[in-house]
């Protein structure tokens, strides 16, 4: 993988937390692909995983048994690689998109910090490392692992083409509530898609938070979101699509014949959703941000709920 030789490959992307790990630990050649791959920014593949976590605790819930650590160890991997491996091809096909983006252009391509054919390389390699871990699952599973594919092909270029970006992402990172539960059972079933529908709904209200970073500079080159589409009006949206994931979520809990303790976890994850919706100020980049961050401490909460479920 070869990279521009002016590129700085010590300078730190504008939105990453000051002293992670990428930018103080790992060897200055390294650190722009793992920039690449969001290494420094890992509150996107919990965002990823929570759907699978979640979807592999409400089967076993359903069941009456704990979650498999090694199959939440795979999924943990697999997200992990997967979302690594979609940023790198989102930013190969937004790199001109990015270079007018304050918050974006000091993401490894527009600054120089990688080549196209780099990343593109970079992005196979991840790829297939998240091959060998699907391949570990019922060839159910894998099947409807590869069918995702195809909605992740899609998502860089929805925000050209509809004010509504942020559905097709939802269809794409909600894709671990399918994948969950048939590592566990081998089939679907109408609990995993009525969870699936609530994690879209859970991924449109969390995303159009995290759009309101870009809107202005969004505005000025044409790129398409909720947050732009909203506006004024994103927490009354933000709201409803909050709410919705709740009654989905609810809805799924009852296909599944969980517990109480199931509904316990979920009654906490809506009280975190909707007091993070108070919180926070569309306005200020920093406090969408801090907001959108906070949707892993939402994850945990519905998993404790289901997993004690599971116990008891």
């Not at 700085?8 to 390294?30: E, I, Q, R, Y």
């Not at 920039?35 to 076993?60: E, F, K, N, Q, T």
């Not at 359903?62 to 697999?78: E, I, T, Y």
């Amino acid at each position: 993988m070869m990279q521009s030789e002016s590129a700085a490959k010590g300078a730190s992307v504008a939105d990453a937390p000051p002293g992670n790990f990428v930018d103080t630990l790992l060897p200055a050649a390294a650190r722009p692909y793992a920039r690449l791959a969001r290494w420094d920014r890992p509150i996107g593949w919990w965002l990823l995983m929570w759907p699978c976590w979640w979807s592999v605790a409400l089967a076993s819930a359903s069941v009456g048994v704990m979650p498999s650590l090694l199959s939440l160890a795979l999924f943990m991997v697999g997200a992990i690689l997967m979302r690594g491996a979609g940023c790198t091809y989102n930013d190969i096909v937004d790199r001109d998109f990015d270079a007018h983006v304050e918050r974006t252009r000091s993401r490894p391509i527009p600054s120089g910090q990688v080549s196209v054919e780099g990343a593109m390389l970079f992005m196979i390699a991840q790829a297939m490392c998240a091959l060998a871990v699907v391949l570990m699952f019922n060839a159910f599973t894998v099947v409807t692992a590869f069918v995702s594919l195809a909605v992740v092909a899609l998502y860089p270029l929805a925000k050209r083409v509809t004010d509504w970006p942020q559905v097709v992402l939802g269809l794409a990172f909600s894709w671990g509530a399918l994948v969950g539960w048939t590592s566990v059972t081998g089939a679907l079933a109408t609990a995993p898609l009525l969870l699936y529908a609530g994690a879209i709904a859970w991924t449109v209200g969390y995303d159009t938070i995290y759009a309101h970073q870009d809107k202005r500079d969004d505005a000025i080159i044409g790129v398409r979101s909720t947050a732009r589409l909203f506006g004024e009006n994103t927490k009354l949206a933000v709201g409803i699509a909050y709410a919705l994931t709740t009654v989905l979520f609810a809805a799924a809990l009852v296909s599944a014949g969980v517990g109480a303790l199931a509904f316990a976890g979920l009654a906490g994850f809506a009280a975190h959703l909707f007091f993070q919706l108070r919180k926070v100020a569309t306005e200020d980049p920093a406090s969408c941000l801090a907001a959108f961050k906070s949707n892993r401490y939402a994850g945990w909460i519905l998993f404790a709920g289901l997993v004690l479920d599971g116990l008891v």
